[in-house]
């Protein structure tokens, strides 16, 4: 499907980053720096997002955005559960899941499968891919989510209505380069009904871009964990700047390309475990006419 091989592979700087974080993050942990296991604390982001055209029948529709969950060494299968019952209490109306929901190693798959099976949402529960994800064994990811009747999106949409109205939910597989990202865009939301809500998951924020092509109206990413340090908040008008900036376009928060919004999360975990004024979070998206 992609139409460069970029296959994010588990090389030998991201096993000795990975180990470095591991230590600093037991040497931290040890000094009582980090007081909270990753993942033992998050906030609910809450954002209204005011959409041109959007049908009154999806006025008040609500989203719960998470990502780059990361289980492994630093967050740990058993905070899970918990986790899940967080995201379950919002009652939102739709679960999206924009990938990185392991660090590294399938040996976590299992049980990051059997919880996130019990996140619920009326209008459903969907994943997609990241690049951690595919850096042990991506394609039994696909297989172990779709084993256990989750909705994993590769390059495709499910329809879903709601309130005589159509949502199409479309996701993307892992890819970072702008030509495999436009592909794979075509290919997931190509062929959506021109009447229906378009939504698109991806792990990369910079599925704006080609998402903004199709009329997408919502695109919800992860990836970058808001650069994880971030040096000015988000003020009159301007977005926050951080370490993101420095790698990508749309490094945290909400974006627009001509009438698709994007809102790209800061997630939950990391491979490595430190952030400043960048907390992890849980998005809750409130959809409205414009
Ligand atoms: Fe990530």
Redesign the pocket.
């Known amino acids: 499907m992609l139409l460069i091989d970029e296959r994010d592979q588990w090389k030998t700087h991201h096993r000795l980053r990975h180990r470095a974080s591991i230590k600093a993050f037991r040497w931290l942990s040890r000094k009582n720096i980090i007081k909270a296991r990753p993942g033992e604390r998050f906030r609910i982001q809450r954002h209204t997002v005011r959409i041109a055209g959007l049908p009154g029948e999806l006025a008040g529709l609500t989203i719960a955005h998470l990502s780059?969950l990361?289980v492994g060494t630093i967050i740990r299968p058993e905070f899970l559960p918990s986790i899940v019952d967080k995201i379950n209490a919002i009652g939102a109306d739709l679960i999206a899941n924009t990938?990185?929901l392991i660090d590294h190693d399938n040996q976590y798959l299992a049980p990051t499968v059997e919880a996130l099976a019990g996140l619920e949402a009326p209008l459903g529960v969907y994943h997609v891919l990241?690049?951690?994800d595919y850096r042990d064994d991506g394609p039994a990811v696909i297989d172990a989510l779709r084993a256990a009747q989750l909705n994993v999106l590769v390059n495709e949409h499910h329809r879903v209505a709601h309130r005589g109205r159509h949502i199409a939910v479309a996701g993307i597989d892992w890819a970072q380069h702008p030509v495999n990202i436009a592909h794979l865009v075509d290919h997931a939301c190509g062929q959506a009904n021109g009447d229906d809500f378009k939504l698109l998951l991806a792990h990369h924020p910079h599925a704006l871009d080609p998402a903004a092509e199709h009329g997408v109206h919502l695109v919800l990413a992860?990836?970058t964990?808001g650069g994880q340090f971030v040096f000015r908040k988000n003020r009159h008008g301007r977005e926050s700047i951080g370490l993101g900036n420095f790698k990508f376009r749309y490094a945290q928060g909400h974006y627009t390309r001509h009438r698709t919004h994007l809102y790209v999360t800061s997630?939950l975990g990391?491979?490595f475990p430190l952030r400043f004024r960048c907390p992890a979070e849980v998005g809750v998206l409130e959809l409205h006419p414009a």
Request: glycine share 38%.
């Open positions: 780059d990361h990938g990185d990241g690049n951690h992860g990836h964990h997630g990391g491979s």
